[in-house]
């Protein structure tokens, strides 16, 4: 990435390893927050960032920005990793034994790429690791105490073309293993793959809590 103030930002996501808002990468490299804004823009057309919307105790959802799951270490332009994808799709054959060997693979990595601290609440936490992935997740209106997400993106479309009983069985792990760190008492109760074109797949949390940890035990105090 050639523009100095966006290859900072690249480098400053990376270290991260979450999503940020806009306010606070413009702090880290001292710069306004309009211009930062800017050039995140830029990179979000470029397919080397996301955007997604965090909501706020008070006021407006702001913006949260993250590495697009596609992007290459070092801020290249996204295409051989696609490609990697595609090809691990093609090579790993169905089959009963072998999609339970995957889905245990994509709940490990799954634990390996959950948030261990958050002083949100598991769901805001859950949601916000979910955009961070290139998910655009959308909060549906919940259904027997279950928090559903429909997902406005397949990031793994590619791959998904090649082989989708496998990409979604190891998606359908990593995002077990997401709730096994960030809500273990929970389950993963639906998950439903949808056409990857269209995207639309559906996440069904269930014991997820909506109450953020810096509030947990208030009451008792």
């Known amino acids: 990435m050639a523009q100095p103030t966006r290859a900072q930002l690249f480098a400053l996501l990376a270290e991260f390893k979450r999503p940020a808002g806009t306010v606070e990468l413009a702090e880290r490299l001292g710069r306004h927050p309009n211009g930062v804004r800017l050039h995140l823009e830029r990179m979000q057309e470029a397919g080397f960032v996301t955007r997604s919307r965090a909501a706020q105790p008070m006021g407006r959802p702001r913006d949260a920005w993250a590495i697009a799951p596609d992007a290459r270490p070092g801020g290249q332009a996204p295409s051989a990793y696609a490609e990697l994808g595609r090809w691990l799709a093609r090579a790993i054959p169905a089959g009963r034994g072998r999609l ?122």
Request: hydrophobic share 35%; charged share 25%; net charge negative.
């Open 100 to 221: 339970r060997q995957v889905e245990a693979v994509g709940r490990e990595i799954g634990r390996e790429t959950a948030p261990r601290a958050s002083e949100a609440s598991p769901e805001e936490t859950m949601h916000t690791t979910l955009a961070a992935l290139g998910l655009q997740p959308h909060r549906d209106p919940p259904q027997g105490g279950c928090v559903i997400y429909t997902l406005g993106n397949c990031p793994y479309r590619d791959a998904v073309r090649e082989n989708q009983e496998v990409v979604c069985t190891l998606h359908r792990g990593l995002t077990r293993g997401l709730l096994d760190v960030i809500e273990p008492h929970a389950k993963l109760a639906g998950f439903v793959p949808r056409d990857p074109d269209v995207a639309g797949c559906l996440i069904k949390l269930e014991g997820v809590s909506t109450l953020a940890l810096s509030t947990v035990g208030e009451d008792d105090a």
